[in-house]
């Protein structure tokens, strides 16, 4: 079992951007993948990125549109999220999550361990 702990969210006015981190507290067979989703207010959990352990296999949800990229340091046991122009639509607690999946699942409940999460507000 891995433990995860997010930071760098915060409150930032739209077209800004922000960089969230994980780190992780070891590298296993469960860290094979690592991925961040986001929960809106009144909405369900959904798949924001992740990334392989390879760090060539990577996933983006549709609503990224190019604006986030994920990259992972295994040397360093952290996930980061780039996040630009964000958008009040953004607005979110950001969680990280592991996965010991041979290919990257989008689904949640493939997603072994999960961080606290961390809070993202965008305004306008």
């Known amino acids: 079992q891995v433990t995860l702990v997010e930071s760098g969210g915060g409150s930032v006015q739209a077209g800004d951007s922000l960089t969230l981190s994980c780190a992780t507290s070891?590298?296993?067979?469960?860290?094979?993948?690592m991925g961040w989703f986001r929960r809106a207010p009144g909405k369900d959990r959904e798949f924001t990125a992740a990334i392989h352990e390879n760090g060539v296999d990577i996933r983006y949800a549709e609503f990224v549109k190019g604006r986030f990229t994920i990259s992972r340091d295994n040397t360093k046991n952290t996930v980061q999220l780039q996040m630009n122009d964000l958008q009040p639509e953004d607005t979110a607690i950001y969680y990280c999550?592991?996965?010991?999946?041979?290919?990257?699942?989008?689904?949640?409940?493939?997603?072994?361990?999960w961080g606290q999460g961390t809070q993202v507000t965008v305004s306008n």
């Open positions: 070891g590298r296993t067979l469960n860290t094979r993948v």
């Open positions: 999550a592991a996965s010991g999946a041979r290919i990257i699942p989008t689904i949640q409940y493939l997603y072994n361990e």
